[in-house]
Protein backbone atom coordinates (compact mmCIF):
# COMPACT_ATOMS: atom_id res chain seq x y z
CA UNK A 1 0.00 0.00 0.00
CA UNK A 2 2.77 2.54 0.75
CA UNK A 3 4.58 1.76 -2.93
CA UNK A 4 0.93 2.16 -4.25
CA UNK A 5 0.98 5.97 -2.45
CA UNK A 6 4.44 6.57 -2.83
CA UNK A 7 4.29 5.73 -6.81
CA UNK A 8 0.59 7.97 -6.87
CA UNK A 9 2.61 10.82 -5.21
CA UNK A 10 5.19 10.73 -7.37
CA UNK A 11 3.03 10.72 -10.43
CA UNK A 12 0.86 13.71 -8.91
CA UNK A 13 4.25 15.66 -8.67
CA UNK A 14 5.27 15.12 -12.23
CA UNK A 15 1.88 15.48 -13.44
CA UNK A 16 1.84 19.34 -11.35
CA UNK A 17 5.44 19.73 -12.50
CA UNK A 18 4.23 19.06 -16.71
CA UNK A 19 1.21 21.53 -16.22
CA UNK A 20 3.30 24.20 -15.24
CA UNK A 21 6.07 23.61 -17.94
CA UNK A 22 3.03 24.27 -19.86
CA UNK A 23 2.01 26.61 -18.46
CA UNK A 24 5.12 28.34 -18.79
CA UNK A 25 5.65 27.79 -22.80
CA UNK A 26 2.13 29.33 -23.31
CA UNK A 27 2.64 32.63 -21.09
CA UNK A 28 1.74 35.54 -22.82
CA UNK A 29 5.10 37.53 -23.57
CA UNK A 30 4.97 41.30 -22.53
CA UNK A 31 6.40 43.47 -24.60
CA UNK A 32 7.90 45.66 -21.81
CA UNK A 33 9.38 42.48 -20.40
CA UNK A 34 10.81 41.98 -23.89
CA UNK A 35 12.36 45.49 -24.35
CA UNK A 36 13.98 45.04 -20.53
CA UNK A 37 15.61 42.17 -21.38
CA UNK A 38 16.80 43.84 -24.64
CA UNK A 39 17.76 46.73 -22.78
CA UNK A 40 20.06 44.72 -20.00
CA UNK A 41 21.58 42.17 -23.25
CA UNK A 42 22.21 45.17 -24.90
CA UNK A 43 25.58 45.50 -22.70
CA UNK A 44 26.75 42.18 -23.71
CA UNK A 45 29.97 42.56 -26.18
CA UNK A 46 29.17 40.68 -29.01
CA UNK A 47 25.14 41.40 -28.77
CA UNK A 48 24.07 43.29 -31.39
CA UNK A 49 20.42 45.48 -30.54
CA UNK A 50 19.26 46.32 -34.07
CA UNK A 51 19.37 42.61 -35.07
CA UNK A 52 16.62 41.62 -32.12
CA UNK A 53 14.83 45.45 -32.13
CA UNK A 54 14.56 45.71 -35.36
CA UNK A 55 11.06 44.00 -35.78
CA UNK A 56 9.96 45.43 -32.72
CA UNK A 57 10.99 49.22 -34.13
CA UNK A 58 9.25 48.55 -37.69
CA UNK A 59 5.83 48.77 -36.08
CA UNK A 60 6.58 52.75 -34.97
CA UNK A 61 7.91 53.66 -38.98
CA UNK A 62 4.07 53.79 -40.62
CA UNK A 63 3.26 56.45 -37.85
CA UNK A 64 6.64 58.20 -38.47
CA UNK A 65 6.11 58.44 -41.93
CA UNK A 66 2.66 59.52 -41.91
CA UNK A 67 3.70 62.45 -39.29
CA UNK A 68 6.50 63.66 -41.54
CA UNK A 69 5.68 62.86 -44.56
CA UNK A 70 1.61 62.75 -44.83
CA UNK A 71 1.92 59.64 -46.39
CA UNK A 72 -0.11 55.78 -45.74
CA UNK A 73 2.61 53.02 -45.57
CA UNK A 74 1.47 49.89 -47.34
CA UNK A 75 3.67 47.81 -47.15
CA UNK A 76 7.08 47.22 -44.94
CA UNK A 77 9.70 44.63 -46.71
CA UNK A 78 13.08 44.41 -44.33
CA UNK A 79 16.39 43.47 -45.87
CA UNK A 80 15.28 45.01 -49.07
CA UNK A 81 18.03 43.81 -51.27
CA UNK A 82 19.53 46.94 -54.06
CA UNK A 83 21.74 45.42 -56.65
CA UNK A 84 25.83 46.21 -56.50
CA UNK A 85 25.73 46.83 -59.85
CA UNK A 86 23.73 49.53 -59.49
CA UNK A 87 25.80 51.55 -57.34
CA UNK A 88 29.27 50.67 -58.41
CA UNK A 89 30.37 50.69 -61.83
CA UNK A 90 33.32 48.25 -61.98
CA UNK A 91 30.69 46.03 -60.38
CA UNK A 92 28.78 42.91 -62.87
CA UNK A 93 28.11 40.27 -60.12
CA UNK A 94 24.67 39.76 -58.85
CA UNK A 95 25.28 40.47 -55.16
CA UNK A 96 23.39 42.66 -53.34
CA UNK A 97 23.33 45.57 -50.75
CA UNK A 98 20.23 45.01 -48.07
CA UNK A 99 18.87 48.29 -46.88
CA UNK A 100 17.15 47.62 -43.72
CA UNK A 101 13.51 48.63 -44.37
CA UNK A 102 11.77 49.44 -47.22
CA UNK A 103 8.72 51.43 -46.53
CA UNK A 104 5.96 51.66 -49.49
CA UNK A 105 3.29 54.39 -49.73
CA UNK A 106 1.15 54.89 -52.95
CA UNK A 107 -1.03 57.72 -54.57
CA UNK A 108 -2.92 56.28 -57.94
CA UNK A 109 0.32 55.94 -59.69
CA UNK A 110 2.91 57.37 -57.89
CA UNK A 111 4.57 55.52 -55.47
CA UNK A 112 7.33 57.54 -52.61
CA UNK A 113 9.64 54.58 -51.42
CA UNK A 114 11.58 55.50 -48.05
CA UNK A 115 14.49 53.40 -48.24
CA UNK A 116 15.87 53.32 -44.15
CA UNK A 117 18.98 52.67 -42.72
CA UNK A 118 18.56 51.91 -39.04
CA UNK A 119 21.00 52.01 -36.38
CA UNK A 120 20.96 51.65 -32.39
CA UNK A 121 24.56 52.33 -31.68
CA UNK A 122 26.29 55.32 -33.18
CA UNK A 123 29.87 53.24 -33.60
CA UNK A 124 28.14 50.63 -35.86
CA UNK A 125 28.01 53.54 -38.21
CA UNK A 126 30.19 52.84 -42.02
CA UNK A 127 31.15 55.33 -44.55
CA UNK A 128 30.12 52.90 -47.13
CA UNK A 129 26.89 52.52 -45.70
CA UNK A 130 26.37 56.26 -45.92
CA UNK A 131 27.88 56.31 -49.29
CA UNK A 132 25.04 53.63 -50.31
CA UNK A 133 22.67 55.92 -49.00
CA UNK A 134 23.84 58.80 -50.99
CA UNK A 135 23.24 56.98 -54.20
CA UNK A 136 19.97 55.42 -53.74
CA UNK A 137 18.60 59.16 -54.40
CA UNK A 138 20.00 59.25 -58.26
CA UNK A 139 18.35 55.77 -58.95
CA UNK A 140 15.55 54.59 -60.70
CA UNK A 141 13.23 52.03 -59.01
CA UNK A 142 12.44 50.47 -62.10
CA UNK A 143 16.15 49.74 -62.90
CA UNK A 144 16.32 48.34 -59.52
CA UNK A 145 13.21 45.76 -60.11
CA UNK A 146 14.96 44.73 -63.74
CA UNK A 147 18.50 43.97 -62.01
CA UNK A 148 16.35 41.78 -59.30
CA UNK A 149 14.79 39.93 -61.89
CA UNK A 150 17.94 39.17 -63.56
CA UNK A 151 19.50 38.40 -60.42
CA UNK A 152 16.92 36.49 -59.67
CA UNK A 153 16.77 34.39 -62.77
CA UNK A 154 20.45 33.49 -61.91
CA UNK A 155 20.07 32.51 -58.13
CA UNK A 156 20.56 29.05 -57.59
CA UNK A 157 17.53 29.39 -54.78
CA UNK A 158 15.06 31.14 -56.20
CA UNK A 159 12.44 30.31 -53.71
CA UNK A 160 13.29 32.95 -51.21
CA UNK A 161 12.65 35.54 -53.43
CA UNK A 162 8.91 34.45 -53.63
CA UNK A 163 7.49 36.19 -51.17
CA UNK A 164 9.70 39.45 -52.03
CA UNK A 165 7.85 39.44 -56.14
CA UNK A 166 4.12 38.41 -54.45
CA UNK A 167 4.68 41.52 -52.68
CA UNK A 168 5.52 43.58 -55.57
CA UNK A 169 2.68 41.92 -57.45
CA UNK A 170 0.32 43.01 -54.81
CA UNK A 171 1.39 46.79 -54.61
CA UNK A 172 1.00 46.93 -58.64
CA UNK A 173 5.00 47.27 -59.12
CA UNK A 174 5.02 44.19 -61.16
CA UNK A 175 2.54 41.59 -63.11
CA UNK A 176 4.76 38.18 -62.58
CA UNK A 177 2.18 35.60 -63.66
CA UNK A 178 1.15 32.77 -60.83
CA UNK A 179 2.57 30.34 -63.25
CA UNK A 180 6.50 31.70 -62.50
CA UNK A 181 5.66 30.87 -58.70
CA UNK A 182 4.62 27.26 -59.29
CA UNK A 183 7.13 26.47 -62.03
CA UNK A 184 9.66 27.37 -59.33
CA UNK A 185 8.15 25.58 -56.11
CA UNK A 186 8.22 22.33 -58.92
CA UNK A 187 11.44 23.35 -59.88
CA UNK A 188 10.67 23.61 -63.59
CA UNK A 189 13.33 24.41 -65.74
CA UNK A 190 11.49 27.26 -67.80
CA UNK A 191 10.37 29.40 -65.85
CA UNK A 192 12.49 31.96 -65.66
CA UNK A 193 10.60 32.79 -69.12
CA UNK A 194 8.15 34.29 -67.63
CA UNK A 195 10.62 36.31 -65.62
CA UNK A 196 10.61 39.35 -68.19
CA UNK A 197 11.00 42.72 -68.65
CA UNK A 198 7.03 42.93 -69.74
CA UNK A 199 6.24 41.88 -66.29
CA UNK A 200 7.18 45.00 -64.42
CA UNK A 201 4.42 47.54 -64.08
CA UNK A 202 6.08 51.54 -65.16
CA UNK A 203 5.33 53.40 -62.33
CA UNK A 204 6.32 56.92 -61.35
CA UNK A 205 8.99 56.49 -58.11
CA UNK A 206 10.39 58.91 -55.57
CA UNK A 207 13.47 57.21 -53.65
CA UNK A 208 13.97 58.82 -50.40
CA UNK A 209 16.56 57.70 -48.27
CA UNK A 210 16.13 57.68 -44.78
CA UNK A 211 18.86 56.86 -41.72
CA UNK A 212 17.81 56.68 -38.17
CA UNK A 213 20.73 56.95 -35.62
CA UNK A 214 20.41 57.39 -31.66
CA UNK A 215 21.30 61.11 -31.99
CA UNK A 216 21.57 62.78 -35.09
CA UNK A 217 25.15 64.12 -35.02
CA UNK A 218 26.27 64.59 -38.67
CA UNK A 219 24.37 64.89 -42.19
CA UNK A 220 24.45 62.93 -45.57
CA UNK A 221 23.93 64.52 -48.56
CA UNK A 222 20.42 63.64 -50.28
CA UNK A 223 19.01 61.37 -46.97
CA UNK A 224 17.21 62.74 -44.52
CA UNK A 225 18.58 62.19 -41.13
CA UNK A 226 16.60 61.25 -38.26
CA UNK A 227 17.24 60.51 -34.38
CA UNK A 228 15.12 58.74 -31.55
CA UNK A 229 13.46 61.23 -30.50
CA UNK A 230 11.52 61.78 -33.70
CA UNK A 231 10.03 58.84 -32.57
CA UNK A 232 8.87 59.41 -29.21
CA UNK A 233 5.29 60.40 -29.92
CA UNK A 234 5.04 56.51 -32.05
CA UNK A 235 4.77 54.73 -29.11
CA UNK A 236 4.48 55.58 -25.00
CA UNK A 237 5.71 52.89 -23.82
CA UNK A 238 8.77 52.64 -26.14
CA UNK A 239 9.80 55.79 -25.25
CA UNK A 240 11.00 55.32 -22.06
CA UNK A 241 13.99 53.04 -23.70
CA UNK A 242 14.56 54.79 -26.85
CA UNK A 243 15.08 58.06 -24.50
CA UNK A 244 17.79 55.59 -22.71
CA UNK A 245 19.70 54.30 -25.86
CA UNK A 246 20.18 57.45 -27.07
CA UNK A 247 23.05 56.89 -24.44
CA UNK A 248 26.30 54.76 -25.92
CA UNK A 249 25.67 51.37 -23.88
CA UNK A 250 28.88 51.68 -22.65
CA UNK A 251 28.15 54.36 -20.52
CA UNK A 252 24.99 52.50 -18.69
CA UNK A 253 27.82 49.22 -18.37
CA UNK A 254 29.93 52.19 -16.20
CA UNK A 255 26.57 52.90 -14.06
CA UNK A 256 25.85 49.40 -13.68
CA UNK A 257 29.72 48.89 -12.44
CA UNK A 258 29.37 52.12 -9.50
CA UNK A 259 25.94 51.39 -8.91
CA UNK A 260 24.99 47.89 -8.94
CA UNK A 261 22.25 48.93 -11.53
CA UNK A 262 21.79 49.41 -14.99
CA UNK A 263 19.91 52.83 -15.48
Known amino acids: MGRINSFLCMNSILILGYNQFIRSVYMEVNLT ?52 RLLKYDYNGNDCENIDFACFSRRGKTYNIYLIEFKTDESS ?17 NDIIVSLFEIIKKSKNQRKYLLLLQDLNM ?24 LTQNRIVKNTYNIIP ?9 SINQV ?9 ESSNSL ?4 EKWVRPPQEDTVNYLIDGVIK
Open 224 to 232: NAYSFIDFY
Open 33 to 84: DVMKRLDLWRHYPKYQLERHFDVIFSFLLPDFILRKYKNRVIKIIPEFPIPK
Open 171 to 194: MGITKVEPEFFKRVINKNRYRNKL
Open 239 to 242: RVFL
Open 125 to 141: NRDSQDETLEKLHKLDF
Open 210 to 218: IKITPSVSY
